[in-house]
């Protein structure tokens, strides 16, 4: 089966290159031009960058590109390029909940090339991740920025993993624990936006209404829920991912980041899923969640932005895509490579993408979100017992401003 995918991969790349050679030929019929460009990347895609770098030029062997590559961060990448745009690279690689500082501050070139081959080609939420007011702005390259349930199915059932009661109530009957980490304000959204409040971004301003009735009602399930003993919450990813270890967690809320040290530690019984539901005032409300897409952008002052764009256009394609899960396994918005049969038989790319029908894009969350719902989520982990309605307004005034 890995001869045949890896024979697959390389008749896709293949295919790939001489499409885009073609495209590229077609666009404008210049040759022997020589185009100076740089590529951002993180420290972990060095090498696949390279190799697809050297692909690219072969698309276009009637020009020459001298493509240097930076190291730089995802998460890194808006304060670099804020910081000095003219030492910035030329295509950059960010996570989508960046654009909109970075579109505000004239940063991104619009992805004019290909617009509508690439919005077919990749999810729907990964083209509205990247889309400001009708114009994109960015190339999805990945899907795996997300959250779900990892579990031990020598613990819980098919049935008990459906809700958080029925996780909370078999963990404590088993002297195990649910890691709920309500003080990440990544995570604690996830019971608000299950719920039907919103986060929007309006007139430059961040607007959430956790604080309403529906807020309220939230914040007292939290509270609730701490309480069970089969519950556990606070602590840090390291003392998360050590409870996994030693048996002490039996489930708990994390990404396609901790797969492997979920499989060694659950062995046998290594089993995702979506976020479970849960009993809200008497209604059955499915958990959402916060999802994100890492993209390829522009830089607004590059000196080759066709050239740019097609790089761009060229690291995010079907057969890059499909190379960066071989070697990486990162979780695609391709639509091709995620419905092939490698990716759905991944178990926790599957769990994100059950779980990705209920999550909102972060493109509309910005700075001042973090710090507040992250002291909100700390107060009820602590014991808070004051008044709910005061707590969730205090939060929700230091984060609409």
Known sequence: MKKFMKILLVSIIAFALVACGAKEGDKGGETGQTYELSLWGSQDDQELLAELVEAFKATDPDNTYNITLGVVGEPDAKEKVL??????????AFPNDQIRELVDAGALYEITLNKAEITAANQEGSIEAVTLDGAMYGIPFTADNGYFL?????????????????????AAENGTKVFVPVSNSWYIASFFLGAGNTIKYEDGKQIVDFNNETGVKVG?????????????????DEEFMAGVADGSISA?????WTAAQFQ???????????????????VTTQLGSFGGYKVYGINSATKHPEQAMALAEFLSNESSQARRFELRNIGPSNLVVGASDAVLADTSLAAL?????????????????????????????????GDMQALLDEMVSQINQ
């Open 220 to 236: 007292e399930y939290i509270r609730e829920l701490l309480k069970s003993p089969g519950v556990i919450a606070g602590l840090s």
């Open 150 to 170: 990892y579990y031990d199915s020598n613990v819980f059932t098919a049935e008990d993993v459906e809700t958080l009661e029925g996780l909370a109530a078999k």
């Open 252 to 256: 708990g809320w994390s990404g396609t």
């Open 83 to 92: 910081e000095d745009l003219d030492a910035s690279a030329d295509v950059f």
């Open 353 to 385: 993408a059950a779980q990705g029908v209920y999550a909102v894009s972060q493109k509309d969350v910005t700075g001042s979100y973090w710090i507040p719902a992250e002291a909100f989520g700390t107060e009820l982990v602590n014991g808070y017992s």
């Open 264 to 282: 060694e530690a659950y062995g046998d019984g290594y089993a995702a899923t979506k976020l479970p539901t849960i009993d809200l005032d008497g």
